[in-house]
């Protein structure tokens, strides 16, 4: 099972695995690969700079003829094993193809990197000699009778696939029945491995299978999932050195509270985020709508921004240079809220005039009308690219289909903000008081509700939909653990008055929470300590809604000072791409009306 030190073997899969063989041993060491497993490192070993012993605490072989150096100088104490950090660098140098320092290193560190049993076990694996497989696997010697029949399951569950690839039908049925039958309670995966005997072609079984065969990476990935069943002190996880790698990366990023982005793989420094979330110098200010902007959001797929406007029409901008794709022209009234198709192909619109609409993207022709409301619809959410929902201040919440018919309707409170988590199957809807109705999504049931001490204005909710913020008439934004029903974090330093202001989950796994001001001043907080990060002033007037997106990295805000203000986050050394984009007209130097009919909020 071994080769001379500058041997490489190319085994059945294509796998190429140089074995590392010194001519005077007796050791031969795998290919390092095994699973992505996050076990602790290694145990065992010595810790120090060790001595002439000839086998480690763990069983592990120390190199053949060749006693351990002991005239190093080692520079530092460390509390970390000196054979689990030897080995580990081995099992890195190998991955890496630096194989004639591997071989010095084995030399002079007296440690290997697997021992024999391991390094059979492996080769038996990866050349597809099964016969040897088992005896291989025993005498590594595993840590419960349930490890083992789970590892055997895995090794003959490939060979069973094999053979069917060969159609050698008589011999995998006889794995089958005498073999696999007998090392799991597993019915219904039996009978689909039963099943594939009727597979026609190799063709046919590794599509049946999601199985890429046995010349693809099939005899690795066994080999990989046997990994979790071996102690790691026997067989060093796979890519252990870069799992460790990542894990002080992420620590590095979980403490960050201005973590924006996914981190790079720089490992000379620790990671560290700029001062600025959203950096001033870069934000980028729109111009198209007539009078105040009352809402905007983002297309799922992060082509186009859309924006709702008291001038009665919505404008759909395009996130790659913001100039203006559409203006959707046709309601009589002031429109104070829009969403987007799950497929970005359309949008609905809601409108003081008390009717909803549809517009198709592509042309920015409306598609339909929606008329079965009594009184302004506040909210409305898709739950598929065939129907959507939504609420009013009527007390009723409808859903609608994409071909103009209503599906079902409730009754409820008045309806001051609603979010849906079609995959939790959760609707929730703010009343006109104080409480968040909780409702199955599937069924429109009642579930329960959370009180909060005043009026909410809106709504927002987690992308992983655990977490809902309800912001406040008195300026307070709230933070709720939906699954523990608690109150878990609170939000202040806005000013809120009788207006609706859209709050937002914002950044890398919605690690800020943004609201705006009736000053014209961003918000920003860190969601996990509640703490101040961002008070980002570019609007005269109050800004009315926020919106994130992931695709986009950036937030957007409305304001009553007609504009709409693109905050990219931060993806490098700030630079100056401030530009102002004008629409169908410039900005109006003339001084807005702040009546009350602004909102459907004025009649509460």
Not at 26 to 53: I, P, Q, V, W, Y
Not at 146 to 161: H, S, Y
Not at 208 to 224: H, I, N, T, Y
Not at 589 to 601: A, I, V
């Amino acid at each position: 099972m071994t080769l001379p030190l500058d041997n490489h073997s190319a085994n059945s899969n294509g796998y190429s695995s140089p074995t590392l063989q010194p001519n005077n041993a007796h050791l031969s060491n795998g290919e390092g690969e095994g699973s992505n497993s996050s076990n602790d490192a290694a145990t065992g070993g010595s810790t120090g700079s060790g001595g002439n012993s000839n086998s480690s605490s763990n069983g592990l072989c120390r190199y053949p003829g060749q006693p351990q150096q002991t005239s190093r100088n080692c520079l530092r104490d460390s509390p970390y094993s000196e054979e689990q950090v030897v080995r580990l660098i081995m099992q890195e140098l190998h991955d890496r193809g630096f194989v004639d320092t591997l071989t010095l290193l084995q030399k002079e560190s007296g440690f290997t990197l697997e021992d024999e049993p391991i390094a059979r076990f492996r080769a038996s694996i990866l050349a597809g000699e099964w016969d040897q497989v088992k005896d291989a696997l025993l005498s590594i010697g595993l840590s419960s009778e349930e490890n083992k029949n789970a590892a055997l399951f895995a090794i003959k569950r490939q060979q069973f696939l094999e053979m069917l690839e060969k159609r050698k039908l008589k011999q995998a049925l006889i794995i089958l029945q005498n073999e696999l039958r007998t090392l799991t309670q597993d019915i219904p995966q039996l009978h689909r491995l039963s099943s594939l005997l009727m597979c026609p072609t190799p063709e046919e079984l590794r599509i049946a299978a999601s199985w890429d065969g046995s010349k693809g990476r099939s005899r690795f990935q066994v080999l990989e999932s046997l990994q979790s069943y071996i102690s790691p002190g026997k067989m060093v996880p796979a890519r252990r050195m870069e799992t460790l790698f990542d894990q002080a990366i992420e620590r590095q990023c979980d403490v960050c509270e201005r973590h924006v982005i996914s981190a790079g793989h720089d490992l000379y420094s620790d990671h560290s985020c700029a001062s600025s979330v959203f950096p001033p110098e870069l934000q980028i200010n729109l111009q198209g709508h007539d009078d105040e902007v009352w809402y905007v959001a983002f297309s799922p797929d992060g082509q186009y921004l859309a924006s709702a406007s008291r001038d009665k029409t919505c404008i759909l901008w395009s996130t790659k240079d913001y100039s203006i794709v559409h203006k959707l022209v046709g309601h009589d009234g002031e429109v104070s809220y829009l969403e987007w198709s799950p497929d970005s192909s359309m949008i609905v619109s809601a409108s003081n005039d008390k009717t909803i609409r549809l517009w198709d993207v592509a042309t920015g022709h409306c598609k339909d009308i929606y008329t079965g409301h009594e009184e302004t619809a506040s909210s409305c959410k898709w739950l598929d690219n065939e129907r959507f929902i939504t609420g009013s201040l009527d007390q009723k919440i409808i859903i609608w289909s994409t071909n103009g018919l209503m599906v079902k309707q409730i009754s409820s409170p008045r309806v001051h903000d609603m979010v849906v988590s079609v995959e939790s199957s959760l609707l929730l809807a703010a009343d006109n008081n104080s409480s968040v109705h909780i409702y199955d999504l599937s069924t429109l049931t009642f579930l329960y509700k959370l009180e909060e001490p005043t009026t909410i204005m809106s709504l927002a909710l987690s992308s992983n939909s655990r977490y809902c913020l309800t912001e406040l008439r008195t300026g307070s934004l709230h933070m709720w653990d939906l699954e523990t029903r608690t109150r878990v974090r609170d939000f202040s330093g806005h000013i809120q008055g009788g207006y609706v202001i859209r709050c937002t989950f914002a950044g890398l796994d919605d690690r800020f929470v943004a609201t705006g001001s009736e000053d014209g001043t961003l918000f920003v907080w860190s969601r996990s300590t509640g703490r101040l990060l961002e008070r980002l002033k570019y609007h005269t007037k109050s800004i009315n809604g926020c919106a994130w997106s992931k695709q986009v990295s950036a937030l957007a805000t409305a304001s009553d000072d007609k504009t709409i203000c693109i905050w990219p986050a931060y993806h490098g050394a700030p630079s100056d791409i401030s530009k102002n984009i004008e629409g169908h007209s410039s900005r109006s130097e003339t001084s807005l009306n702040d009546s009350d009919d602004r909102s459907m909020m004025s009649n509460v």
